[in-house]
């Protein structure tokens, strides 16, 4: 499709504005993606599964007249589910079972008018922060694709950074928004805990530390993306600061002089601290001075405590067991060790062992570390991090020292992100900083509980200051 008509780096908003104008029809968009998708698929793995022809019906029908009216969109084969179709959740006894019911999200990326073309690779439960599963082929990352698009929404992220789609659902539990998002070069928005439902089948996931968004090429559509799928449900666990406004309209907004701290390094030998990591932030730094704000050399006295990593796997490991055994209820029959990764069934054999009374102690200890965590925000507006402790490696790296290394790997790789799952703020990673060798690396920027419009007002700065918009990976051989 030449010229104007030629909707691949064409962000959502710019997409469903030509729908709104009348300049393309849905169909004509969805179409377009099809193509893309089957263009790109076959060398990158990122989408799992299609409903093409279901899309295709869907598009010509009658499209509730929402904000995204038209727009394609993939979902995460994890969570968001749609009854009557397959959501595996990264797992091989799962594929083809199908769910008696929609979740709150999914029901509300149809009412926004968005059409869903398929499902997007997911490592084995979301547990990895690579998304290579055991029974599925491995996401790769469109820059680089002998590299991890990283995880858990890797699938996602590449789909959206090699053009398939302008948008796809992603979720986040220790940073599962932000890693591929800054792995593949995008907007990785995790919104402020309870912000998102998990309903109807669940109230919270990882203690509170899930929460639901996507993944975008731009700050607008991250914006966007979180009105339409903010709406309160009844019955939830947790009810966040309502917002002013629409994050949409914080696009472009003033943020005024905020107080900024900036943290470029890890706080223990076992992190992952790649200097392609401390440029990014440096370069944020200076960009952010450069904007009028105040920058300094300040962290959360918290941020690196040594008990934080043990009972955060410790809720991983019982939600775990908890999940497996609601599959196994779903399937009618027991999931052997043999038939899921060795991480997961040591997941799964953690968490059985746990006792309630420990448990309990655990998130205990968490709510007051999470306080300590936020009285750094009564003097500060923002932090900004690394996202990650590294650029993506290669695919492999994880579980190249085998099984018992594993987990020590994916933990030195994300030094900076699951905290804000805990503490439950809102955190973003923006795609300013590329290596040498043309593999991104993201900036992380985190604010107080519930202050996502502050997040936006200041990466769409930086947006306008050092823009990405026009750097797309190379095309598929």
């Not at 279901?54 to 509730?64: H, I, M, S, T």
């Not at 998990?198 to 009105?227: F, N, S």
């Not at 991480?343 to 570390?369: E, F, K, P, T």
């Amino acid at each position: 499709m030449p010229g104007v008509t030629d909707t691949t780096w064409l962000d959502a908003t710019a997409q469903a504005d030509l729908v709104r104008r009348g300049e393309l029809a849905p169909a004509e968009l969805v179409t377009a993606a099809i193509a893309r998708i089957e263009a790109a698929n076959p060398q990158l793995n990122a989408v799992l599964r299609t409903r093409f022809d279901r899309a295709l019906r869907e598009a010509a029908g009658g499209l509730p007249d929402g904000p995204f009216r038209g727009v394609p969109i993939l979902l995460k084969d994890l969570g968001c589910l749609v009854a009557g179709e397959a959501t595996a959740f990264g797992l091989g006894p799962l594929r083809d079972l199908a769910w008696p019911v929609t979740s709150y999200l999914a029901a509300q990326f149809q009412a926004a008018g968005f059409v869903p073309l398929g499902r997007t690779t997911v490592p084995e439960l979301g547990t990895a922060v690579t998304t290579e599963p055991r029974s599925f082929p491995p996401a790769r990352n469109p820059w680089h694709p002998g590299h991890s698009a990283g995880g858990s929404c890797g699938g996602s992220a590449a789909a959206v950074a090699s053009g398939m789609v302008p948008v796809a659902h992603a979720s986040d539990g220790g940073g599962s928004i932000r890693i591929p998002a800054s792995a593949c070069g995008l907007v990785g928005l995790k919104p402020t805990r309870g912000r998102v439902s998990q309903g109807p089948v669940a109230g919270e996931a990882w203690a509170g530390g899930v929460i639901d968004g996507a993944v975008t090429r731009t700050v607008r559509d991250a914006a966007g993306l979180l009105d339409v799928i903010s709406a309160r449900m009844p019955g939830e666990p947790y009810y966040p600061p309502p917002l002013r406004r629409p994050l949409s309209q914080e696009v472009g907004a003033d943020p005024g002089r905020l107080r900024i701290g900036v943290l470029d390094r890890p706080g223990g030998e076992f992190y992952l601290d790649d200097p392609q990591c401390r440029a990014a932030v440096g370069k944020a730094a200076r960009l952010l001075e450069s904007l009028g704000h105040r920058v300094e050399e300040s962290a959360p006295a918290a941020m690196f405590d040594r008990e934080f990593g043990r009972h955060f796997n410790a809720i991983i490991a019982a939600d775990v067991a908890v999940t497996l055994q609601a599959f196994e209820r779903q399937l009618g029959r027991p999931i052997g060790d043999e038939e899921i990764e060795p991480r997961n069934a040591g997941y799964r054999r953690a968490g059985q062992a746990i006792s309630a009374v420990a448990y309990l102690q655990g998130r205990d200890w968490i709510g007051s570390w999470a306080r300590r965590m936020a009285h750094w925000w009564d003097d500060h507006d923002l932090l900004v991090t690394p996202t990650l402790g590294a650029p993506p490696p290669e695919l492999g790296w994880f579980t190249a020292a085998g099984p018992q290394l594993e987990g020590r790997r994916i933990a030195s790789f994300i030094p900076y992100t699951a905290q804000f799952n805990m503490t439950g703020q809102p955190a973003v990673s923006l795609p300013l900083h590329w290596t040498p060798g043309g593999l991104p690396v993201g900036v992380q920027l985190a604010a107080a509980y519930g202050r996502e419009d502050v997040l936006i007002q200041v990466a769409s700065q930086l947006e306008q200051a050092a823009p990405w918009a026009g750097r797309h990976p190379p095309a598929p051989a």
